[in-house]
């Protein structure tokens, strides 16, 4: 039996998800990743027994670093702006450092390989976040609202903005790079439109209860 070498096994997975969020999943092989990496199929195939197995495994793995990196530093007993704040620093630097594994998990989002992804990463961080937003209700941080009108308030305008400094344009098509000044004055923004002001009614909607 062959054995495996870690450091070849490393190289691997690297390649492997950048060849796919740079090519996308129609156009990966492990024909093409054992040229890139300078390895034999054969080799590939003792850490692996198929294409699909390789994905799936890099699916589910990076939905392990994704909730390491999103746990990071947060507790369900912060604030709400606190721990909103961590959340935000932590998926920005999830965005800007390690964009290879942001593109790869781009493209694994329209496949069947999301589930895998998708098990992991929630069996990590779901019974946190519930009990963050929980805490966060309960003190009169925030009002009860849908999951997904919370999301596209909290989280989206910073997925937006990465969108626009990964393209290099804005709206208008002229050069554009996210700064850590405009970062946070979105993020004052979405706090100003969840967190709880005394001279507002209360929406109507559940509260978000499921992630």
């Known amino acids: 039996m062959r054995v495996r070498d870690l450091d070849k096994q490393k190289t691997v997975k690297e390649n492997a998800i950048a060849m796919i969020g740079r090519g996308g999943l129609e156009n990966f092989s492990i024909n ?17 027994k198929d294409k699909d197995d ?23 007993d912060m604030t709400f702006e606190a721990g ?10 999830q965005m800007m450092f390690k964009r290879d594994a942001v593109l790869f998990m781009v493209q694994v989002k329209s496949s069947s390989y999301y589930r895998d992804f998708l098990a992991v990463l929630m069996k990590r961080i779901k019974l946190q976040l519930n009990q963050f937003l ?19 308030i909290a989280h989206a305008p910073l997925y937006s903005l990465i969108k626009f400094h ?7 098509g002229k050069p554009y790079q996210l700064t850590e000044a405009v970062l ?3 993020f004052d923004l979405v706090i100003r439109a969840l ?10 909607g559940a509260p978000p209860h499921s992630f």
Not at 166 to 172: H, P, Q, T
Request: net charge negative.
């Open 54 to 76: 390789l994905i799936v495994q890099l699916a589910t793995e990076q939905g392990e670093e994704l909730a390491d990196l999103i746990l990071r530093d947060f507790s369900p």
């Open 84 to 93: 909103l704040r961590q959340q935000w620093i932590n998926r920005y630097q």
């Open 166 to 172: 990964y393209e290099e344009l804005g709206l208008e």
């Open 184 to 186: 946070w004055q979105t």
């Open 134 to 152: 929980e805490n966060a209700i309960a003190r009169r941080e925030i009002f009860p609202i849908p999951l997904e009108v919370y999301w596209s």
């Open 195 to 204: 967190k709880i002001n005394p001279n507002h009614d209360q929406p109507h």
């Open 32 to 48: 093409k990743l054992a040229k890139l990496s300078r390895v034999s199929v054969a080799t590939i195939y003792i850490y692996y």
